[in-house]
């Protein structure tokens, strides 16, 4: 009897361990293993030029990266990738940088650690819009409020003497835009490329500005980070920038490789992808601290944000100054 009880115990002593094993690979898969020796990072996009660094990435980084495996997720609009990478669904993400801003500001732990882009967005209007005067009381598009797109806005009608409430603002989502200015629904929209090329290609509309003639320097885009991400896997975290910056090189080559890759991201005629490639520009993706005060301060002044997040608080250029 004694003995029944010694092997009974013995086997159920077995089959608990056999539990809490099991358990442990499971919690190890779904913090990104990959199953195969290397960390999965997942980071979010939206299929736009200004996340092309990363697309390079991933596709370079399947022979050059040793510790990780990259994997993009798309998502077809900034809500629902923000909500991934509030919530740790993803690691990071290439994100409209004041998104982030705000995250961070209501209690986000999230870093930026290098830009998308330089340059590249565009004010284009319909054709029969001459001047900004012209666009009062007409609608105007911008992907979301929290942007870069709608201080550029901002900045125009200031500069021409009208206030903001002079025009019809309203969100879209970017792939909508050129549509809508052909069909006479907006009168005029500023978006992350290819969709300010996408009209002017088409003969829908024409550039009234560009970002650098109202905003020189201007922040848009950036590659963001959960920083329990950079903490906890550093050298992780390391290697996905040291490729990411090799792609912002390849990217700013604009040759017929890049073209390749960008294909597989954004099904854009080769025409749109040239014009848009001439506006934008990858060579220097570091954030500063001077054009990220200047951020900080029209996100006060445009009432984006009452208490943005300082250099030191949301800028990690750690990664970046090891990759470069």
């Known amino acids: 009897m004694k003995k029944k009880l010694m092997r009974a115990f013995a086997l159920s002593l077995l089959i608990m361990n056999l539990i809490i094993l099991s358990a442990c690979g499971s919690n190890q898969l779904s913090s990104g293993s990959s199953g195969g020796g290397k960390r999965t990072i997942k980071i979010g996009y939206l299929p736009i030029t200004h996340a092309l660094p990363l697309y390079i990435e991933e596709e370079t980084g399947k022979k050059n990266f040793k510790n ?6 798309k998502f077809g609009s900034w809500p629902e990738l923000m909500d991934a990478l509030n919530t740790g669904r993803i690691d990071g993400a290439s994100v409209l940088v004041q998104l982030a801003m705000k995250a961070k500001e209501q209690g986000i732990d999230l870093k930026a650690v290098a830009l998308g882009h330089r340059d590249g967005n565009v004010l284009v209007t319909s054709k029969d819009i001459n001047r900004v005067e012209d666009l009062k ?15 550029l806005l901002y900045q125009m009608l200031k500069k021409a003497g009208l206030q903001y409430d002079d025009v019809n603002v309203i969100e879209l989502p ?3 835009m050129p549509a809508a200015l052909s069909e006479g629904r907006i009168s005029g929209y500023v978006v992350a ?3 300010g090329a996408l ?7 024409k550039v009234l500005f560009q970002s650098q003639d ?7 885009c950036a590659l963001v980070l959960r920083n329990e991400f950079i903490r906890k896997e550093n050298k992780a975290a390391q290697e996905l920038v040291n490729e990411y910056i090799k792609g912002g090189e390849m990217a700013e080559l604009k040759d017929e490789r890049t073209h390749k890759i960008s294909s597989k991201y954004m099904k854009v005629d ?4 040239d014009l848009s490639f001439q506006w934008i ?4 993706l570091r954030l500063n601290e001077s054009s990220y005060e200047e951020l900080r301060k029209y996100m006060n002044e445009t009432g984006l944000s009452k208490n943005p997040p300082t250099y030191e608080e949301f800028v990690d250029n750690s990664l970046i100054d090891k990759a470069m």
């Not at 520009?281 to 220097?284: A, G, I, M, P, R």
């Open 174 to 176: 970017p792939a909508e």
């Open 214 to 220: 109202l905003w020189v320097n201007s922040v848009c």
């Open 199 to 205: 009209s002017v290609a088409k003969d829908k509309g």
């Open 137 to 151: 009381g007409k609608n105007f598009a911008i992907p979301h409020k929290f942007s870069t797109h709608n201080i």
């Open 270 to 273: 080769k025409k749109v992808l």
């Open 68 to 73: 990780i495996k990259l994997e993009l997720v």
């Open 281 to 284: 520009s990858y060579d220097d």
């Open 193 to 195: 490329e290819p969709f």
